[in-house]
């Protein structure tokens, strides 16, 4: 076995420590640790696989030393600078981020659905958007099955998912203090605008859905649309997704689909109010999959209601489980 050093970029964060939870689970055959913040953290410790660890500054000369694996999620510039010189020094980058997303040469993974492109990177791979990390889960043995024509996503996103900030406002919010990330207040309130507006009225979020989903399903030919709306939850996403799909379905057989699927856990029982929820999916690194009917506005149509973790499967989750594969095919 080739010892493996792996670092955490971003290790003080909403995501970074939930890397840094979610390494100690899973237990990855790693030989040592480093991790790293900005220059505000640099010095402080962190208590990390039952040993003391310092935060180092992430600086140009930080990977100069034989750091195989980098789990980073400090925000799009701090990638979009480090972790080509990450790289470039031979290490391999699994960024959080959105800054590399749609680059053709990084490959965009959720490991229960195109695990076979992580052989594919040069350097970086992109862990997907957080909403669309969990959409994958649930649509892909869909895909697969029934081949998707249409999907119509409409969101109900956590504050987590705006990291730090995002869950201050929330909570000072609720105390009736004014927001400071937010542009409204998320208290008893839900923002239909999540990034920055684009030109042609969606929101980045919105299209991150739209252009994440052909990427990671290898079709373009999806007709798809998005409305990404923060709501007043800490923790989890939900979705609900209307899909259409080319070939005709039995709903017996779909649910089963969805039961046999990597990932995915079908919680689906409406008469004893058995459906998916934030506050039960939290914690888990599994996608949950309710209210499962059929759509009888259309010829082969379906309704879903996904849940998850946004910050387990939708970030820390799906990058440890991406680096447990690398570990694996760099041990092969
Ligand atoms: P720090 O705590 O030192 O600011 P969140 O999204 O939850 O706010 O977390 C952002 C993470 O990214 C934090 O760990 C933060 O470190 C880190 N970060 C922000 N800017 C930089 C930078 N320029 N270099 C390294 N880490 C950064």
Known sequence: MKKISV????????????????????????????LFASKRSAGQKINFMGEEHVIEELTETSFDRGIDIALFSAGGSTSEKFAPIAASKGC????????WRMDENVPLVVPEVNP???????????????????AMVALKPLDDKYKIKRIVYSTYQAVSGAGMGGWSDLENGLKGEAPQKFPHPIANNC?????????NGYTKEEMKMVNETRKILGR???????????????NSHS????????????????????????????????ENNVYPMAITAT??????????????????????????????????????????KLIEYMND
């Open 7 to 34: 670092a955490v970029v971003g290790a003080t964060g909403m995501v970074g420590r939930t890397f840094l939870k979610v390494l100690e689970e899973e237990k990855l055959p790693v030989d040592k640790y480093y």
């Open 92 to 99: 391999i980058v699994v960024d959080n981020s959105s800054a």
């Open 116 to 134: 076979e492109d992580i052989k594919k990177n040069k350097g970086i791979i992109a862990n997907p958007n957080c909403s669309t990390i969990q």
């Open 191 to 199: 923002l239909p605008h999540i990034d920055s507006f684009l030109d």
């Open 220 to 234: 373009d030919d999806i007709a798809i649309t998005a409305t990404t709306v923060r709501v007043p939850v800490f």
């Open 239 to 270: 979705e609900s997704i209307n899909l259409e799909f080319h070939n005709s379905f039995d709903l017996k057989e779909l649910v089963e689909v969805l039961k046999n699927a990597p990932g995915v856990v079908v919680q689906d029982d409406p």
């Open 283 to 324: 914690g888990s690194n599994d996608t949950y999959v309710g209210r499962i009917r059929r759509d009888f506005s259309v010829e082969n149509g379906v309704n879903l209601w996904v849940v998850a973790d946004n910050i387990r499967k939708g970030a820390a989750a799906n990058a440890v489980q991406i680096a447990q």
